[in-house]
């Protein structure tokens, strides 16, 4: 008779070791590379513009293209994950981004940009709510907030990286560089996970004959040879299986479906609308191209601050009051960002400090929504619960890519861009404190 064994119990006392630290740093690099990679297409926009001759608007159907993609991928590559493995799709959305990132550098015409970018957007799309999911299981409750929220953060820390990079490179190898680095470092991870990533031992728990590829995987996690592979692995949530977005709207779960989603898609709209036309209009405005690319940097500088002081915080206050919080003062900081006089005789680090402010708010909301939108379905609907999120933040975010155009259309400038996104963002701000999902602390303050 095989031995019972409680896998989440063994999750829960094993320690942060090598395998989960192997986890973490293989699923943030991901995310790393995914974060330049979904911002690439603002890096070179300046430039794109003048090379090509074309105008802002030009540019917002290659931008909803990539969101679409993204949207697609983020639903069709999370349930892959569900149903097949997190490891495998991890894998596949980081050759997507590679293959597709490379084609985009060498076109020669928007069409086929938006193209590239949208086969692109499906890998980009994929890589989150699987690598989120992948290490929120290998991590146990004491450490869970942090490891997803380190993980996640990688997507402003690439957008900071490739800010960087680009103000470098952009001006001097022009726009086409920012994409040829964007395909060669996924392209990389994708060769090394095939190696090193394993895949979740909560997935794993739930195939029939996974057994002593369980036992290897949890032998190494616990850090001692403790299972032999006969044993009878029993999950809390391995009850009736069912895969799906489906099965996000049945009773337990629609009412929190419905405030994730609003979350998502109109917090991903603010992060996108920044992303994608804070470079231009700032240069618009009479800042020099470096000065203009920096906003982006100083925009995601602080959402990585955002998101680690924010899963801090979630440890000790829990996910409501955090986020109510976070996005309270996002509003304040993007309307404060609309009332000032942008341009060249505004100091620039009352600018980017504001920028930044802004940055912390708005994407360390969107980072640790992530570990409560995870934590709010079971393992077999976990990516798909996820995904499900990033697809309507996609859909965010391909609003955003006219969003731009309609409020610079109003008249006003920078004033009423920002004012505007402030507007949106107090729909996420509701939204975020109505969700009855929400994270209780996980430390004794």
């Known amino acids: 008779m095989?031995?019972?064994?409680?896998?989440?119990?063994?999750?829960?006392?094993?320690?942060?070791?090598?395998?989960?630290?192997?986890?973490?740093?293989?699923?943030?690099?991901?995310?790393?590379?995914?974060?330049?990679?979904?911002?690439?297409?603002?890096?070179?926009?300046?430039?794109?513009?003048?090379e090509w001759g074309i105008h802002k608007a030009d540019l917002s159907g290659v931008l909803a293209w990539g969101l679409g993609g993204m949207a697609f991928g983020a639903l069709v590559v999370g349930e892959i994950g569900d149903r097949y493995g997190r490891r495998g799709a991890t894998i596949i959305a980081l050759a997507v981004?590679?293959?597709?990132?490379?084609?985009?550098?060498?076109?020669?015409?928007?069409?086929a940009l938006a193209l590239w970018r949208c086969i692109a957007g499906i890998g980009l799309g994929g890589a989150l709510p699987n690598a989120a999911a992948l290490i929120l299981e290998f991590a146990n409750q004491r450490t869970r907030n942090l490891a997803v929220a380190v993980t996640v953060v990688g997507v402003p820390v690439g957008g900071m990286l490739g800010a960087a990079v680009a103000a470098q490179m952009v001006p001097v190898y022009g726009w086409r560089s920012i994409f040829v680095v964007g395909a060669v470092l996924p392209a990389l991870l994708a060769v090394s996970a095939l190696f090193w990533l394993p895949e979740?031992?909560?997935?794993?728990?739930?195939?029939?004959?996974?057994?002593?590829?369980?036992?290897?995987?949890?032998?190494?996690v616990v850090g001692a040879v403790r299972f032999t592979g006969s044993e009878a692995w029993l999950l809390a949530d391995s009850g009736t299986i069912k895969h799906g977005v489906r099965e996000l709207f049945r009773p337990e779960y629609f009412y929190n479906t419905v405030m994730i989603w609003l979350v998502f898609l109109t917090n991903v709209l603010t992060v996108y609308s920044f992303f994608n036309w804070t470079p231009a209009l700032l240069a618009g405005a009479g800042l020099a191209l470096g000065a203009a690319l920096k906003g982006s940097l100083y925009f995601n500088l602080g959402g990585v601050i955002g998101a680690m002081g924010g899963a801090w915080c979630m440890n000790r206050w829990g996910s409501r009051l955090v986020l109510g919080v976070l996005g309270a003062v996002g509003v304040l900081s993007v309307f404060a960002l609309g009332q000032a006089p942008i341009g060249p005789a505004l100091s620039l680090w009352l600018l980017f400090g504001l920028i930044g402010v802004a940055g912390a708010c708005i994407s360390g909301l969107q980072v640790n929504m992530y570990t409560v939108c995870a934590s709010a379905y079971p393992t077999h609907l976990r990516a798909t619960g996820v995904g499900a999120g990033l697809a309507n933040a996609r859909f965010g975010?391909?609003?955003?890519?006219?969003?731009?155009?309609?409020?610079?259309?109003?008249?006003?400038?920078?004033?009423?861009?920002?004012?505007?996104?402030s507007a949106v963002l107090v729909l996420t701000w509701?939204?975020?404190?109505?969700?009855?999902?929400?994270?209780?602390p996980s430390v004794r303050r």
């Open 397 to 421: 975010g391909i609003l955003s890519a006219y969003t731009g155009t309609f409020l610079m259309g109003l008249g006003g400038g920078l004033s009423t861009f920002f004012t505007g996104l």
């Open 97 to 111: 981004i590679a293959v597709a990132t490379f084609f985009a550098a060498r076109a020669t015409g928007l069409q």
């Open 200 to 220: 979740s031992p909560r997935f794993l728990a739930m195939q029939s004959g996974a057994g002593p590829r369980l036992a290897r995987l949890m032998n190494r």
């Open 2 to 50: 095989s031995t019972k064994i409680d896998l989440e119990q063994v999750i829960e006392s094993a320690p942060f070791g090598r395998v989960a630290w192997l986890v973490l740093v293989l699923t943030t690099l991901t995310l790393i590379f995914d974060g330049f990679d979904i911002q690439a297409i603002a890096f070179a926009a300046p430039s794109l513009f003048k």
């Open 430 to 440: 509701v939204a975020a404190l109505l969700m009855r999902c929400h994270l209780p």
